[in-house]
């Protein structure tokens, strides 16, 4: 009785609970944390720093010349380069703050373990542990793609565990019609789909920024003047190749990588092809302003991706579209929670 009765009293007060709004503040840091990946990533900074947690043995980076110069003596084998070293550093300390934030929260959760949200808090917790391995491992195995593509996974899945978290305790279940509640239910399992879709979307789009084949057809809608030109599936995809020595730049040959883009620009044609129908049934069910909503993320999204490869992968547009994939997640997961959580009026038979 006692849980269902603090349940009672934080969805009429949730806007004064401290878990709601750090998880609320949780959920614009993971956000910020994923875009500095991005940043660092495509800046080409992931080695800006070739030790870990420090930066050449450096609390934050060597920017006098006299430091410069101790840590090209303690690192010959990489030179400091200013422009790497403090996207770098900004990334590390954005993501240790929001390790900080997530133990303090699941504090809160674990004070109150009959409390909703208790066991997702705790699954948050060991993401963000997890992401700090992945953060050393993608420094020390020299930007290995198999652990960049699953440290930018990790950050996704962090940033959506928060999300959904902040989401669980705000909203509240909203009586609709029997009709569209029927249409919605029916709707749920092609919105898993979509959400299955575009996570694994979002892991094609880390494999091919790891292995730098963002550029591998520079044109569009063709890739090198041809609807299906020369490449190599087995070798773009072989998950089980060896470490090292440093994968800067990209260790693959045009073929597999060419392989990698093609597979990447056809995931999105699939992806776009599911929400689009999710967005339609959607609009027949009554759901009007989320089908809007998704149609018109996704035609940011796509919009951005056109645009990397017509502009040549222009910095500001390649972030850009890291973030447009992690708002395309978090909304069709919130459109899935919703429909979840609604229930039928029957006063409205």
């Excluded at 920017?63 to 084998?77: F, K």
Aim: charged share 15%.
């Amino acid at each position: 009785m006692r849980v269902e009765s603090d349940i009672t009293e934080l969805r009429k007060n949730y806007k004064n609970d401290w878990r709601f709004r750090l998880a609320l503040v949780g959920t614009f840091l993971a956000l910020v944390v994923v875009v500095l990946g991005a940043f660092t990533r495509l800046s080409h900074a992931g080695l800006g720093c070739p030790d870990w947690p420090g930066c050449y043995g450096h609390l934050l980076w060597p920017n006098e010349s006299h430091e410069i110069e101790a840590a090209n003596l303690a690192y010959p084998d990489a030179p400091v380069e200013t422009d790497k070293t403090w996207p770098e550093m900004v990334h590390r300390y954005f993501a240790g703050t929001l390790l900080l934030l997530v133990v303090g929260l699941t504090y809160m959760f674990w004070r109150r373990r009959g409390h909703r949200g208790f066991v997702q808090s705790h699954i948050l917790l060991g993401l963000i542990l997890l992401q700090a391995v992945f953060g050393m491992w993608t420094v020390t195995l020299k930007l290995w793609p198999q652990v960049v593509t699953a440290h930018l996974l990790g950050g996704m899945s962090t940033l959506a565990v928060l999300w959904m978290l902040a989401e669980r305790l705000r909203y509240r279940r909203r009586l609709i019609s029997p009709r569209e509640f029927t249409a919605l239910q029916k709707l749920r399992p092609l919105a898993i789909v979509a959400v299955i879709a575009v996570g694994l979307q979002i892991a094609l789009g880390g494999w091919t920024s790891a292995n730098y084949a963002a550029l591998a057809c520079p044109d569009f809608p063709t890739c090198h003047n041809q609807w299906w030109p020369a490449a190599d599936f087995s070798e773009g995809f072989n998950v089980a190749q060896h470490i090292g020595p440093n994968y800067l730049g990209g260790a693959l040959e045009n073929d597999a990588r060419t392989a990698i883009h093609l597979t990447h620009r056809l995931g999105a044609i699939i992806v776009s092809l599911l929400v689009c129908l999710v967005a339609f049934r959607a609009w027949r069910a009554g759901s009007r302003r989320w089908a809007k909503g998704l149609l018109a993320v996704l035609c940011l999204q796509v919009s951005l991706g056109i645009a990397n490869v017509v502009m040549s992968l222009p910095l500001p547009i390649a972030v850009a579209h890291n973030a447009g994939a992690a708002l395309l997640l978090l909304c069709l997961l919130t459109f899935c929670y919703r429909i979840n959580t609604v229930q039928p009026d029957i006063g409205k038979m």
